[in-house]
């Protein structure tokens, strides 16, 4: 099999990702629920539909893009990161995860490859600690690292 990752494609996706921000290019600040954060996150969800995935959200904002395998029982293989800037950032902090798995899922797609167990491209809510002063809240919530009552102290 031989993959293509579309190079230019997944460049000017990271460029236009990061002209959502708060801050001037270079940096990129993107905290996390800003009406920034969420004009971003429907930008990306839209580039998944383009793909042909299904999107759907937890309780807690973690989006989960889903290339359907042939075999819906299996469990699904997750890739991806978090869209959500510290103040300043860079311009590849988290997004390289998320951008890359999906130019990854697009090439694989256009080889003519059918995974047979289902690919999920996973954007984690809340990683950059900036709003409730605590990081990885959607990984570790999704890990069960973090119990979702932990906030009621």
């Known amino acids: 099999m031989n993959l293509l990752v579309d190079r230019e494609r997944l460049l000017s ?5 990061a ?4 801050a001037e290019a270079p940096a990129v600040t993107r905290i996390v629920f800003t009406p920034t954060d969420l ?19 937890d309780a807690v904002g973690n989006t989960f893009a889903r ?10 293989v997750g890739t991806g990161s ?4 510290i103040p300043n950032a860079g311009k590849y902090d988290g997004v390289v995860g998320v951008l ?10 256009q080889s003519g490859f059918r995974p047979k167990r289902s690919i ?4 984690f809510t809340s990683e950059e600690p900036t709003r409730f002063g605590i990081g990885c809240i959607g ?6 690292t973090l119990s979702a009552d932990s906030g009621d102290n």
Not at 100 to 109: E, N, S
């Open 139 to 144: 990984s570790r919530l999704l890990s069960g």
């Open 100 to 109: 890359g798995g999906l130019a990854a899922i697009r090439a694989f797609q």
């Open 120 to 123: 999920e491209l996973l954007v």
């Open 19 to 22: 002209s959502f921000s708060d």
């Open 82 to 85: 978090h869209i959500d800037a």
């Open 67 to 76: 290339w359907n395998g042939s075999d819906p029982d299996a469990p699904a």
């Open 39 to 57: 004009k971003a996150r429907a930008w990306v969800k839209a580039r998944c539909e383009e793909a042909g995935l299904t999107v759907r959200e």
């Open 13 to 17: 996706e990271i460029e236009t990702l």
